[in-house]
């Protein structure tokens, strides 16, 4: 069993910066992929960041050079730094794992944390 737990979501203002965690449990280790996801209010699921088993990495564009995806292996936590923040990246912010790193890649992975808000305000 895969348990992911997200926490450090919160509000900040434009600019400012918060840091995700996702706490990884169960068979998971270093050969899955994982990645950041997010869904605003009335939009569609976005894929933020994905990091793959060789430290990977892939970024969407609206994130890129802000955020930066990482992993602690020993901890079992995936991070997402988030900086110069805007209010646009107000949504809410899910990890998501997959054995099969592809499937996290095309934003189908088959495991989910149960999702941290972030909320940014000028």
């Known amino acids: 069993q895969v348990h992911m737990v997200e926490s450090g979501g919160g509000s900040a203002l434009a600019g400012g910066s918060l840091r995700l965690s996702c706490a990884a449990s169960?068979?998971?280790?270093?050969?899955?992929?994982m990645g950041w996801f997010r869904q605003a209010p009335g939009k569609g699921r976005e894929e933020v960041a994905t990091?793959?088993?060789?430290?990977?990495?892939t970024y969407a564009d609206s994130v890129k050079d802000r955020f930066t995806i990482s992993k602690d292996i020993a901890k079992n936590t995936l991070y997402l730094q988030m900086n110069s923040l805007k209010p646009e990246d107000t949504a809410i912010y899910y990890c998501?794992?997959?054995?099969?790193?592809?499937?996290?890649?095309?934003?189908?992975?088959?495991?989910w944390g149960q999702g941290t808000q972030v909320t940014v305000s000028s």
């Open positions: 169960g068979v998971i280790d270093s050969n899955y992929g």
């Open positions: 990091i793959d088993s060789k430290g990977r990495t």
């Open positions: 998501a794992a997959d054995l099969a790193t592809w499937r996290v890649v095309i934003g189908r992975p088959r495991h």
